[in-house]
């Protein structure tokens, strides 16, 4: 399981600055919807 969210962590290191603010704000109106 840790190897799985590592490998996610680093694909996340890739990404740029605007994709990763557009999927922090999908994960949190997600979290906010329960």
Do not use: C, P, S, V
């Not at 557009?22 to 109106?29: A, G, M």
């Amino acid at each position: 399981m840790k190897n799985i969210e590592n490998k996610e962590y680093h694909a996340l290191l890739g990404l740029t600055k605007q994709e990763r603010n557009d999927i922090i704000i999908i994960y949190e109106t997600m979290r906010n919807r329960k």
